[in-house]
């Protein structure tokens, strides 16, 4: 029998540490990251973020700042938002909240379409570079925020928005002849879409999420097809050097037995597998991810929970490879890993995804942010030589101390979103069965 988590509404904290943590992203950690969108710490790389979305909206003259991402930096902060005042309301915070979401359906375009480097930047270069410029990854992190707002407060006004950006997105991609048969190099809008199907109901966005997984990795490669299509060349990519690999777009989903690539895109993906084969009694999918589940926790994990070895493309590498000092082990894939571990669980009710869920959250999560909500690690190695970090290039990606923001800044708001979340990971049911995941104390 499939459990499912008890509504974080439904759990309130008690919990020392823990508690604290939500204190701390609530009152700490949001209205920092707030400053840093809005370019008003000092001393650190600028984000631009929210200026984007003006400039988007033709409020605003400049030009497009930051990453081909930097949208996603907002979606995850409103998605943290929405937690805490799902669990707490506050009028202030949501009203700041409210003013980004009109702001971020005044930048939306007229036939739906939502993602600000290329309404200002590039507008003819829209779709045209699924692999490398994250348009769906975007998507996908503001529909999780549309999904969590409306369900911490009932508003709509954003998830009108999403839903009309999906449908958009169905329209545009699809195995149909007249549709693109393309998917994103960076999976994240696969497990958004079976969030956004289970608020609104509406099909058509499971088997969207259902398509984009099915299609990965098929012949002919989409990857090789629109490099084609393009008059110039891609920028310069981890994709070009490691292959379609990095992407987990080798092979079909099916056909993958072990994790391959970018440590963050391949746990997005697997959470996002894991919700559709649950969602439609996929037998042959789950078999698929348990089998991933085991090489990823049993051969590829550090014992901190924390994945993905190498620096050179984030990425897993092969069996048992976990040095110490040059790991890579990124926060945001401590973070993904509990989100697949969480949906394991769910699938399977066994106690060995909690255990991953928990040294993960303990360990490769807490480690990515101070105890003051202001400064993070983006890199987290198990040993740390400070004077080897300046001069070693192999090293040059491990900080001895944490950072006030980055330039390319998707771990903070990441930690920020999962800490403010907590309570939904405690708890879960069945219809005679109330199951304790984690040793919080809580009502």
């Known amino acids: 029998m499939k459990a499912k988590p008890i509504s974080p509404t439904a759990v309130k904290l008690k919990d020392k540490l823990w508690n604290e943590r939500f204190r701390l992203v609530k009152e700490e950690v949001i209205p920092y990251q707030w400053d840093s969108l809005n370019d008003r710490i000092p001393g650190v790389p600028p984000s631009h973020a929210i200026e984007n979305f003006r400039i988007a909206a033709g409020e605003s003259e400049g030009e497009f700042f930051g990453m081909v991402f930097q949208d996603s930096d907002v979606a995850k902060w409103l998605e943290a938002v929405s937690y805490v005042l799902a669990t707490e309301p506050d009028a202030k915070l949501e009203e700041t909240a409210d003013d980004v979401i009109e702001l971020i359906a005044r930048a939306q375009q007229e036939d739906g379409y939502l993602n600000t480097y290329f309404t200002v930047a590039e507008p003819e270069k829209r779709w045209t ?19 969590a707002y409306y369900e911490a407060t009932g508003k709509r006004k954003l998830l009108d928005v999403m839903c009309r950006f999906a449908d958009y997105i169905a329209e545009v991609f699809g195995p149909e002849p007249d549709k693109m048969q393309g998917y994103p190099g960076h999976p994240e809008i696969e497990l958004a879409l079976v969030r956004l199907y289970h608020a609104t109901g509406k099909e058509r966005y499971l088997n969207l999420s259902k398509y984009f997984i099915d299609q990965r990795g098929q012949q002919p490669h989409w990857y090789e097809i629109e490099a084609k299509g393009r008059e110039d060349a891609p920028r310069r990519h981890p994709h070009d050097y490691l292959g379609p ?20 895109r391949a746990l997005y993906l697997f959470s996002g597998v894991t919700d559709v084969a649950a969602e439609t009694d996929d037998k042959e999918l789950l078999e698929v991810c348990r089998q991933l589940w085991d090489n990823v926790t049993n051969r590829r994990m550090y014992v901190t929970g924390a994945v993905g070895s190498d620096h050179f493309g984030e990425r897993f590498t092969f069996d048992y490879d976990l040095p110490n000092d040059r790991a890579y082990t990124e926060t945001c894939a401590s973070i993904a890993l ?10 399977d009710l066994d106690g060995k995804y909690t255990d991953v869920l928990e040294r993960s959250l303990y360990n490769g999560v807490l480690s990515g942010i101070s105890l003051d909500g202001k400064s993070f690690f983006y890199v987290n190695p198990l040993e740390v030589w400070p004077k080897a970090c300046s001069a070693r290039n192999d090293l040059r990606h491990v900080k001895p101390v944490r950072q006030g923001w980055f330039s390319c800044a998707c771990c903070p708001p990441n930690v920020a979103r999962l800490l403010a979340s907590l309570p939904h990971y405690v708890y879960s ?11 919080v104390a809580s009502e």
């Open 129 to 147: 570079n699924l692999r490398d410029w994250h348009e769906l990854y975007c998507a996908g992190h503001m529909m999780e925020a549309a999904v």
């Open 245 to 264: 690999a990095y992407s987990q777009a080798h092979l079909p989903i099916r056909q993958q037995t072990t994790a391959e690539g970018h440590s963050v």
């Open 338 to 347: 509990v989100f697949w571990a969480h949906r394991m669980l769910h699938v």
């Open 429 to 439: 049911y069945t219809s005679d069965t109330a199951y304790v995941h984690l040793y």
